[in-house]
């Protein structure tokens, strides 16, 4: 005998309520930050555009999300681009030409962020979230983050803004960026989430075999040493880092990971060290294994390296979700 057919009255309600809300993907990447506010929102989210100029980023993207992201945003009109509740982008850092103008909308033409800021104009979205490099704060003597604030306030929303670092969220990366919310409802008292309380190490990582392909050449790990040593006499830290299971945290991986893996390897006991495999970059980042990979090497690490930590941006989306539900 068959059993009932049962009604989940709480899928029903999310599917059927204003309480689901349309978001837009913008300099999506590889969709990092999309994942992590689907994490959090679960059906209460539903995407209904994306946008990324960077062809292998939109395979990869293809690949998870079952969508192509449309190309360059500068050529897209924002009539063209769906009405949405939250708008979300990762953009690049660039400075703004401010000699002699006010602050504001107008200071952005020519930029990038001014695309974001043209559809925030038109659409108008509950939400606003941006992604950025910890630096961008002091970029420019301060003036790009001072443009990008005082814009948003011009355009109608209550900001926030503060630089989390991922080692607090789960992964073992010390990666800190700068992650500002905006809101249109103005008496939203926001708050960023607090450091978790969880011991991570790099070995949390690390997959148990490992292609012999990833153990770098004794020539490139000679010029690794070579180059340490020159900067060490110069009274600098750059050079090679080196990290065990026993690690804490790694530094920072970044899209030039692909060229000498330099930032971060892992230390084989007696033999060279090897760069992470592109599985071991993705859960650095947070990605889960059951996030395809199906581009080169060279570019899922390009890929991870630009994209942001997931459980950063989950935990930031569980706190906008309590204020807009």
């Known amino acids: 005998m068959t059993k009932p057919l049962q009604l989940n009255l709480f899928d029903f309600a999310c599917e059927h309520s204003s309480n689901t809300f349309k978001a837009i993907d913008l300099f999506a990447g590889i969709g990092g930050i999309r994942l992590g506010f689907s994490q959090a929102f679960g059906k209460n989210l539903k995407f209904v555009f994306s946008s990324e100029i960077d062809k292998y980023a939109k395979e990869t993207y293809y690949a998870n999300f079952g969508e192509i992201p449309h190309g360059d945003i500068t050529v897209i009109d924002e009539?063209?681009?769906?009405?949405?509740?939250?708008?979300?982008a990762g953009f690049p850092c660039q400075a703004f030409s401010i000699a002699g103008k006010r602050l504001g909308f107008e200071d952005t033409r020519g930029t990038l962020f001014f695309e974001v800021a043209r559809i925030i104009k038109h659409h108008k979205?509950?939400?606003?979230?941006?992604?950025?490099?910890?630096g961008f704060v002091n970029h420019d003597k301060g003036n790009t983050f001072k443009v990008v604030k005082e814009?948003?306030?011009?355009?109608?929303?209550?900001?926030?803004?503060?630089?989390?670092?991922?080692?607090?969220?789960?992964?073992?990366?010390?990666?800190?960026?700068?992650?500002?919310?905006?809101?249109?409802?103005?008496?939203?008292?926001?708050?960023f989430p607090k450091a978790l309380?969880?011991?991570?190490?790099?070995g949390d990582i690390l997959e148990k075999s490992v292609d012999e392909k990833y153990t770098i050449s004794d020539r490139l790990w000679a010029g690794h040493q070579r180059r340490k040593i020159e900067h060490r006499a110069?009274?600098?830290?750059?050079?090679y880092s080196l990290f065990n299971g026993n690690s804490s945290y790694t530094s920072t991986i970044s899209a030039?990971?692909?060229?000498?893996?330099?930032?971060?390897?892992?230390?084989?006991?007696?033999?060279?060290?090897?760069?992470?495999?592109?599985?071991?970059a993705g859960r650095l980042?947070?990605?889960s294994d059951d996030?395809?990979?199906?581009?080169?090497?060279?570019?899922?690490?390009?890929?991870?390296?630009?994209?942001?930590?997931?459980?950063?941006?989950?935990?930031?989306?569980?706190?906008?979700?309590?204020?807009?539900?």
């Open 79 to 88: 009539l063209d681009i769906p009405n949405h509740d939250i708008l979300l």
């Open 125 to 134: 979205p509950k939400v606003v979230f941006l992604e950025n490099v910890k």
């Open 151 to 191: 814009t948003l306030e011009e355009l109608g929303y209550r900001v926030f803004a503060k630089v989390l670092n991922a080692k607090d969220f789960g992964v073992p990366q010390n990666r800190e960026r700068i992650y500002i919310v905006g809101f249109l409802d103005k008496t939203i008292e926001f708050e």
């Open 197 to 202: 309380q969880k011991n991570i190490k790099v």
């Open 234 to 239: 110069k009274g600098n830290g750059f050079g």
């Open 256 to 280: 030039r990971y692909y060229k000498d893996g330099s930032e971060i390897l892992i230390e084989q006991g007696l033999r060279n060290p090897r760069k992470l495999t592109p599985r071991e």
């Open 285 to 287: 980042q947070g990605f």
């Open 291 to 325: 996030f395809k990979i199906v581009v080169s090497d060279v570019q899922i690490y390009k890929q991870f390296g630009n994209s942001v930590c997931v459980p950063v941006i989950k935990a930031i989306s569980k706190e906008i979700k309590k204020h807009i539900l």
